[in-house]
């Protein structure tokens, strides 16, 4: 380091918590891991709720704000994060898809 650097930072050691890690980690893997698991829990609760019709309507919305909770428990775990933020919005996307737009065409196979 020169004595003309404004943020003298020390290189971490292997040893250090901080220093280069040994396993690689993909967070883009467990984000569309977790994108994925997101999509297909947005259609299975979808066309539960479809085929169930009213009645089921009280267990879509509870089943829903659980897998919420799941996902948001998830994003506070640091080790978890990317799938928990993956699967958060694959749950808002498949929701959209499957309830929204494709509702009303998936509907009409019953």
Do not use: Q
């Not at 250090?16 to 396993?23: A, E, K, L, V």
């Not at 609760?45 to 909770?69: F, K, Q, R």
């Amino acid at each position: 380091m020169s004595e003309s650097d404004p943020n003298p930072r020390p290189e971490p050691e292997s040893g250090d918590p901080g220093g280069p890690s040994t396993s690689a980690r993909t967070p883009g893997l467990a984000s569309c891991g977790g994108f994925v698991l997101g999509i297909i829990a947005a259609f299975v609760i979808t066309m539960s709720a479809m085929s169930s019709g009213t009645n089921g309507l009280p267990a879509a919305i509870v089943t829903v704000i659980v897998v919420g909770l799941v996902g948001i428990g998830i994003l506070v775990n640091e080790r978890k994060h990317d799938s928990g933020s993956g699967a958060l919005a694959g749950l808002a996307v498949g929701f959209i898809v499957f309830a929204g737009a494709c509702g009303g065409i998936l509907a009409t196979f019953r």
